[in-house]
């Protein structure tokens, strides 16, 4: 079965750093476009950042652009997800998601992959 598996959330400080990874457990998923989103207590699931499978081509929310980078890495399966000078608002659960559509896309429902979830904390 086709996992996803995030790893690198936790707790910083407000304007500290952290990196997520997700990684994939077959290489089929290094031609798909992967994506993360995240969902805070009591809000609904938000559109973070997303990649084309090649790399070249990347979409943002408002909210996190020029804070978080995301990235790729074809021969490890894996997507990363770079997050500095966060904020409290960005305390939520991440999820990374994989979509084989072709094209970026902010739409959750163009994902058919989902990983279980890691938690960022910002204190402030």
């Known amino acids: 079965q086709v996992q996803l598996e995030e790893s690198g959330g936790g707790l910083v400080q407000a304007g500290g750093s952290l990196r997520l990874s997700c990684a994939a457990s077959e290489r089929t998923f290094s031609t798909y476009a992967r994506g993360w989103f995240r969902q805070a207590p009591g809000k609904e699931r938000e559109f973070v950042a997303a990649i084309s499978g090649n790399g070249a081509d990347t979409l943002y929310a408002d909210s996190v652009k020029g804070r978080f980078t995301i990235s790729r890495d074809n021969a490890k399966n894996t997507v990363y997800l770079q997050m500095n000078s966060l904020k409290p608002g960005d305390r939520a659960v991440y999820y990374c998601?994989?979509?084989?559509?072709?094209?970026?896309?902010?739409?959750?429902?163009?994902?058919?992959?989902w990983g279980q979830g890691t938690q960022v904390t910002v204190s402030s």
């Open positions: 998601a994989a979509s084989p559509v072709y094209g970026l896309s902010k739409m959750g429902t163009r994902y058919a992959y």
